[in-house]
């Protein structure tokens, strides 16, 4: 019998498996494997040992067996063509932790985390963590060594809701702190003072560092669908109100809405990638974000 790994880039099929490492490989080998099924992507992914053959490359390097098995022609790739720099900064705050399903912000960023790891070191680019709430918990700079999954996954399965958030001077802080150039993921819910957020990202643009914001969102953050009077409760400062949803469900919609367009807007001037996703979407649509973004990267 055999298997459609695709089933995978289903966040609640990935949480069924026991272990991230598992978890990451699955959604990674899913990916590749909807990709070579779809043509609609206009992108394919090629690894460390082989790219595309393009313009100015030499015929020699070509790889003749690799042709006679997929009918297109790719080069060999030798690692100094493939020294991209990633962090990635991962919102680990109380926030986060919000579910309306089975899984919660915090869980859906981990496996997203997880799944760029393993494609990054599968094609020999380099990449680390930044865990952080009010202050960042855990920094773990880029290496491109295989073994360096381990290090970084065992980071992201013990990921635990941390206190209230401070995104801006926690990237103002790695802003500092990065020195070489490369690409700069964040991933966050971006609950927090948008103007504050958004001057952080442009001291990373001002340094001359990509950087692409996964901005996730659980969607009932977005839809507010209760049909009965719900008490709220805010996950970082406890305080809480008594409502009837529908009477203020416009009000909500329209303003988170806005809320998002600020970031969209601010983004698209910083040339900065913004990507929105629930945390019952596809991992694919943040693994084609980050791959389109590398593309342009070369």
Known sequence: MTIDKRKYLQPEMVAKLNNLSLRARMVVEG???????????GFSVEFAEHRAYGPGDEIRHIDWKLFGKTDRYYVKQFEEETNLRTHLLLDTSKSMSYRSGKISKLEYSGYLAAALTYLMLSQQDAVGLVTFDTRISKFIPPRSTPAYLNTILTQLDNLNPGK???????????????????????ISDLLDRPESIIEGLKHFRHNKQEVV??????????????????????????????????????????????????????????????????????????????????????
């Not at 990916?31 to 992507?41: A, N, R």
């Not at 009932?220 to 406890?238: A, I, M, P, V, W």
């Not at 929105?276 to 070369?298: M, P, V």
Request: hydrophobic letters at 30%; proline letters at 2%; aromatic letters at 12%.
């Open 31 to 41: 990916y590749i494997l909807g990709l070579h099924k779809s043509p609609y992507h």
């Open 164 to 186: 209230n958030t401070d995104i801006g001077p926690v990237l103002h802080e790695m802003a500092e702190r990065i020195k070489k150039r490369g690409l700069i993921i964040l």
């Open 213 to 298: 914001v996964f901005h996730i969102l659980d969607r009932q953050e977005q839809q507010f669908n209760f049909s009965t009077r719900t008490k709220f409760r805010d996950l970082e400062t406890g305080e809480t109100i008594t409502t009837e949803p529908w009477q203020i469900q416009e009000n909500y919609t329209n303003l988170i809405a806005k809320f998002q367009n600020f970031y969209r807007q601010h983004c698209r001037d910083q040339n900065i990638d913004y990507i929105s996703f629930f945390t019952d979407e596809s991992l694919d649509l943040a693994l084609n974000g980050y791959l389109q973004k590398r593309q342009r990267l070369g």
